[in-house]
């Protein structure tokens, strides 16, 4: 296993306190109980379309038979058909239109140039208009609502039948039953002034009154909107609930036989009634016991597993609150969701606590506290097995799908597996219970994406875990590992040879990493932070020097060590100043372990034969590797460095270089606290080797004469 990716803070919360770890176990489980709903659960589990699996059932008392979500729909709609919308009758629209009228024609006569016409005209043109308006009103104007029109197929257009319909008219709170062929809709109200001015002979300019009457029908019977609603939901609560009834004594569900929809209806009839009568008559005290020895249990087993498999979670208290608090909440979320009976549980992001937790820490310890979560909300959530199978599939997706964290563009491509993975667990479920697609509520998958949206906020949550708690996640790695970042472009600029050098040991270890399991981005972060030291002096650097201008030849071979040695201590500094995580820091303190400065060491004995040496002036500080990652980075940095000083490399050369070097750093004794095996250490040197033959293009030797013979 990688080293967990935490920052080590000095804290109360990172004590070994077995009292305070265990007093957040206990506080969890009781929270946990505390927000359970205390009502007994139907015992019994059933699917639809599937054998009854338990003893023959018979009913221990009277009870209805609950409708299905179908045929309540189908009595909704029916119910809906006979309500009939209301109308208002506004009886100041025919005195208002008819008096501007009036008022207004001489006005309009005089403008529209009509002076040929003797002045007694206008009379008659009064007259005629004040009849035709009066005889509309009086028969009422009003607006067709599609609502209530009936509708032919989607070829047909509707018929003169289909588009009437039945209303109520309400004058001064007097009901009255019409229907709307009687009434005027405005265009048939101008085709019926139309037909009248044609028929009358008295007046000549047709057309121009025909105009002007337009302007002066208006609807006058409106539509109550708010009161037909009103009288549609009245209607509406009085639809049964039920149908029929199943006696005390009744068989309801036979062992082995398929559970058919109407089995299928009085279980879930009898499931509650079972439920609504325990909320009143079944002991809560015995429910809220049984729920703490079940989450008692679960709590106990991820304990165990921790313990055993992921310690350095078990003993870091701070750990353990970020699991404990996530656990909470969603399980709060899902609680107060049942309590106030939303439409789908499903728009709760449960998928995002197996992301936090595979972000945060690892594969394996999402998937273990997914399944608890799954698990305890079975305990309370109706239809506990497609709520079990949906999410638990779900989760792993989401734990698979980001397996790797290299690029953000991973989330959205998790997220669409995610939905797809409710969708196809959705309809397949459908599917098997009912063989039928009709039986398919395409609505239902809203749930899914809404869910699914809400997961994406898993990520911002994940950074605030971050800042509280001092852990580092594959997002930060993936920041830290940018090259653009403003430490990594000071050291381009200011050590332009390191840089180089550390974007080689990078690619080296990450690709070893990858060979033998680990964190490729935290060896890659590690990887481009751990010489930043070398900015400090760049020049008493070889791969840092110019035209061979070499500084330490006016140093002597002490003085040379310790800037050699100095990188390491300025690198810390320089990476504690820029914030830089802990866990980064580590591979700067460890990439040198304790070895010692050879050459000047050499130089020290060489010149100096008769004269004591203190070998702790030419050794690194410290510490050795205590991690796979930061022993693979130490064995990349001084492969690395050495290759390029050969001057002829060849496959012999390099291969005897690199087992050399790997060989030298197990003699010191580097990798004794390193969780990495010698069969680790000898696929890296391979993964080594092979790189440097293609960074230095080596070519391979054939023998020709084999070549012939395999032509031949």
């Not at 009292?19 to 009781?30: A, D, E, P, S």
């Not at 008692?296 to 350095?312: C, H, I, K, N, S």
């Not at 050699?564 to 866990?583: F, Q, T, W």
Request: one cysteine or more.
């Amino acid at each position: 296993m990688a080293k967990l990716k935490i920052n080590y803070i000095n804290s109360k919360l990172n004590s070994n306190s077995l009292i305070f770890r265990y007093g957040m176990v206990v506080t969890t489980v009781l929270l946990i109980c505390f927000f359970l709903p205390k009502q007994p659960r139907f015992e019994y589990e059933f699917q639809k379309g599937k054998p009854w699996n338990h003893d023959n059932l018979v009913s221990p008392y009277n009870f209805a038979v609950l409708k299905t979500k179908e045929e309540l729909d189908k009595d909704k709609q029916q119910i809906l058909r006979t309500v009939q919308p209301i109308y208002n009758l506004n009886t100041a629209i025919n005195k208002e239109q008819t008096d501007q009228f009036t008022t207004d024609l001489a006005e309009k006569w005089q403008s529209s140039q009509m002076d040929t016409v003797p002045s007694l005209k206008i009379e008659e043109y009064k007259k005629t208009g004040v009849e035709l308006l009066t005889a509309i009103y009086n028969r009422g104007v009003l607006s067709l609502n599609n609502r209530y029109q009936t509708k032919g197929t989607e070829t047909e257009k509707l018929n003169e039948t289909d588009a009437n319909y039945n209303f109520t008219l309400l004058n001064e709170n007097v009901a009255t039953q019409k229907n709307t062929v009687d009434c005027f809709t405005i265009e048939i109200a101008y085709d019926f002034v139309k037909q009248r001015l044609d028929r009358d002979k008295d007046i000549s300019q047709k057309k121009w009154l025909m105009e002007v009457l337009k302007n002066y029908i208006t609807v006058n019977l409106i539509y109550n909107e708010s009161l037909t609603e009103k009288v549609e939901q009245t209607a509406l609560a009085n639809i049964s609930s039920t149908r029929g009834m199943v006696q005390k004594g009744e068989l309801i569900a036979e062992r082995d036989k398929i559970v058919n929809n109407d089995t299928y209806q009085k279980l879930e009839s009898l499931r509650k009634v079972f439920e609504d009568e325990a909320k009143i008559t079944g002991n809560k005290n015995y429910v809220a016991t049984g729920q703490f020895l079940l989450v008692g249990l679960a709590m106990t087993l991820l304990m165990v597993f921790l313990y055993y498999f992921r310690r350095q979670i078990y003993d870091n208290n701070r750990l353990l609150l970020i699991i404990f608090i996530v656990i909470l909440a969603m399980l709060g979320v899902l609680s107060w969701a049942i309590s106030m009976r939303i439409s789908s549980l499903y728009f709760i992001p449960y998928c995002g606590v197996p992301i936090i937790f595979r972000i945060l820490f690892d594969t394996r310890v999402a998937l273990n506290i997914h399944l608890l979560m799954v698990l305890i909300a079975a305990l309370f959530v109706p239809n506990s097995y497609d709520f079990v199978f949906l999410q638990f599939m779900s989760g792993l997706v989401a734990i698979y799908s980001i397996r790797t964290m290299v690029k953000r563009e991973q989330f959205l491509i998790s997220s669409l597996l995610i939905l797809a993975t409710y969708i196809i667990g959705y309809i397949g479920l459908v599917l098997t219970r009912n063989g039928s697609v009709s039986n398919i509520y395409w609505n239902d998958i809203t749930p899914f994406i809404v869910s699914v949206g809400l997961t994406l906020l898993a990520y911002p949550l994940i950074y605030a875990f971050e800042k509280l708690f001092g852990i580092v996640s594959d997002l930060t790695l993936m920041e830290l590992t940018n090259s653009n970042s403003k430490l990594l472009r000071e050291l381009s600029l200011k050590a332009p040879g390191t840089f180089q050098h550390s974007l080689q040991v990078a690619n080296l270890a990450e690709a070893a990493v990858y060979k033998i399991g680990g964190n490729p981005l935290l060896i890659r972060a590690g990887a481009l932070y751990h010489d930043i030291g070398k900015m400090i002096n760049p020049l008493y650097f070889i791969e840092n020097q110019k035209n061979g201008v070499n500084p330490h030849k006016e140093l002597t071979s002490e003085q040379s060590a310790q800037i050699i040695i100095s990188h390491v201590i300025k690198g810390i500094e320089i990476a504690k100043r820029n914030l830089l995580p802990e866990v980064i820091i580590d591979f700067i303190k460890t990439h040198h372990g304790t070895t010692r400065v050879d050459y000047f060491y050499n130089e020290f004995i060489r010149d100096n034969p008769d004269k004591l040496v203190d070998e702790t002036i030419f050794h690194y500080p410290g510490p050795i590797p205590f991690s796979k990652e930061t022993a693979v980075l130490m064995m990349a940095d001084s492969v690395e460095a050495a290759a390029r000083a050969l001057k002829e490399p060849t496959k012999d050369s390099i291969s005897g270089l690199v087992d050399k070097i790997i060989e030298h750093k197990l003699m010191q004794k580097q990798f004794e606290n390193a969780n990495i095996t010698m069969k680790d250490i000898s696929d890296v040197a391979h993964i080594f080797k092979s790189m440097l033959m293609s960074i230095y293009h080596v070519r391979i030797d054939y023998d020709l004469s084999k070549k012939k013979d395999v032509l031949q």
